[in-house]
């Protein structure tokens, strides 16, 4: 079990279930520290005063925000301290949607919820919640407090366990009406074409087909060069031409997958 990240209680309505916070993600990159390649010594990072040259203690330093018109605003850790949300000890469940009303561009980070203790009253309150929800397709919206930030936050049962994902802001996505959008709707045939490629490559969910292919080239790249050998850089592909003619390029595609199938 990964550690505890945040601990409390789930609101709901009058009862209170005691929680902890996991992460349901793990990191699994490769991470490397900076070294000064001429004698692999550690590169440290320091504040320096660009006025005086000089380094500055972490108790000397304030943060200035930017305006629009170049202006920059001085702001103390003491006022910053002044507008930290209240910190409290609950995840306030406010109100309960449907899970195909909530847009994926919403979720963030996604955490488990698991029982604070292993007494008989929290279990059974847990696993009781559990069963509720997942005997819904609705997710609960809540707020709380972690660290010195307020999240809004969805809940929902997923294989036996309360999930959690922090959530963006409606004010956080950016709105669609400056995305390019490619102007003039496409041709009847070149829709239905393309429409046809989709169920072809159409399939069920299965997220263990999908590997992160760029970190086990990495791996590779590292385990090679524990060995003394030489790493050389591949080529760099040109990037492909805009096709000439869609229609063509669409048709062709479909008999190429005809033929694999």
Not at 56 to 74: F, N, P
Not at 143 to 154: D, I, S, W
Not at 163 to 170: E, I, N, S
Not at 172 to 184: A, C, D, K, M, W
Request: hydrophobic share 35%; net charge negative.
């Amino acid at each position: 079990m990964a550690r505890p990240l945040w601990s409390g209680s789930l609101s709901f309505g009058l009862v209170n279930v005691p929680v902890r916070l996991v992460s349901s993600a793990r990191d699994l990159d490769f991470h490397f520290n900076e070294l000064h390649e001429k004698d692999k010594a550690r590169i440290e990072q320091r504040r320096f005063c660009k006025e005086e040259d000089a380094e500055v203690a972490w108790e000397e330093i304030a943060h200035g925000h930017e305006l629009a018109d170049g202006e920059e605003v001085l702001i103390t850790p003491e006022e910053l301290g002044s507008v930290e949300p209240r910190k409290t000890r609950t995840i306030d469940v406010e109100a309960f949607v449907d899970l195909a009303d909530v847009d994926p561009i919403y979720f963030d980070h996604p955490y488990f919820l698991v029982p604070a203790g292993d007494s008989e009253g929290t279990t059974r309150a847990y696993a009781l919640l559990v069963e509720t929800m997942g005997s819904q397709d609705r997710v609960a919206l809540g707020r709380f407090v972690m660290r010195t930030k307020e999240y809004l936050v969805a809940l929902q049962v997923r294989e036996g366990a309360l999930a959690l994902t922090t959530m963006r802001f409606h004010d956080e996505v950016r709105p669609t009406s400056n995305v390019p959008t490619g102007g003039r709707k496409p041709a009847k045939g070149a829709l239905e074409d393309a429409v046809a490629i989709i169920e072809e490559l159409s399939t069920d969910w299965e997220p263990q087909r999908y590997k992160d292919c760029y970190r086990e080239r990495l791996r590779k790249v590292i385990e090679r060069k524990r060995k003394g050998q030489t790493i050389e850089a591949p080529e760099v592909e040109k990037e492909p031409e805009p096709v000439p003619d869609l229609m063509a390029a669409l048709e062709q595609t479909l008999e190429e997958m005809s033929a694999s199938r």
